[in-house]
């Protein structure tokens, strides 16, 4: 079946610093890809999709490529913020989600 | 925009008891439904999936049994829980699709206590 794995549990950085987090996949079927922020008692929001191979796709700041050739669909910010401290979850397909475990980010000040 | 609302937000039951839950689509017509529940470790499981003209989908370890879901149009959907224990607890959210797109759309969750 399909899996997805989010190494990070939890990443904290300074604002301003880069970051990147990590998400590789399993699948049978043509991957689509999915980055879900969660902030503190609310509702995961769609941060980022794809489906196309080798194509960066961004948003709010956040970037990320899927690389179909190593099942890997890794978020990067060049610059992080104080409001970007969320729970980070990577998704696979899109009418049955199958999540990874998620990333805690925490920005210092 | 597309909106999703999920009713109650918070909910507490005794043990044993169970609870109804509601997810209503606003602004467009969800062609489906996905049921997950967020642990309290914050990891997601689906529970199961409804579209539209065909039967619901239960994921491995649930059942409809236990969680029946009602889809009776295309803006609605609700679960119950039913005879809740302390290993039920959690964030359940449901997910709602466009027919033809690719995003679901999450309502703010029901937060459900098991006492």
């Known amino acids: 079946g399909d899996s997805v794995t989010q190494t990070e549990g939890l990443v904290t950085l300074t604002k301003g610093l880069p970051v990147m987090l990590n998400c590789t996949y399993q699948t049978t079927y043509s991957p689509f890809l999915f980055w879900y922020v969660q902030h503190l008692n609310e509702a995961p929001k769609l941060l980022l999709k794809s489906s196309t191979d080798n194509k960066r796709t961004e948003h709010q700041g956040f970037y990320a490529t899927l690389h179909k050739s190593s099942s890997s669909f890794h978020l990067q910010k060049s610059s992080v913020q104080l409001s970007d401290s969320a729970l980070y979850f990577c998704?696979?397909?899109?009418?049955?989600?199958?999540f990874g475990t998620g990333t805690s980010l925490l920005v210092d000040p | 925009g597309a909106l999703v609302y999920q009713y109650p937000r918070r909910t507490i039951c005794k043990s044993g008891t169970s609870m109804r839950m509601e997810c209503q689509a606003v602004g467009f017509q969800a062609t489906s439904v996905a049921w997950y529940r967020q642990s309290p470790q914050k990891t997601f499981e689906l529970i199961a999936l409804?579209?539209?003209?065909?039967?619901?989908?239960?994921e491995q370890n649930f059942t409809q049994e236990k969680f029946p879901i009602s889809h009776p149009n295309l803006s609605f959907s609700s679960m119950t829980v039913l005879n809740a224990y302390l290993e039920d607890r959690g964030l359940y959210l449901c997910?709602?699709?466009?027919?033809?797109?690719?995003?679901?759309?999450f309502g703010p969750g029901t937060r459900l206590l098991v006492l």
């Open positions: 997910g709602a699709r466009r027919g033809g797109q690719d995003t679901q759309y």
């Open positions: 998704a696979l397909r899109y009418y049955k989600l199958t």
């Open positions: 409804s579209t539209v003209n065909s039967a619901i989908k239960y």
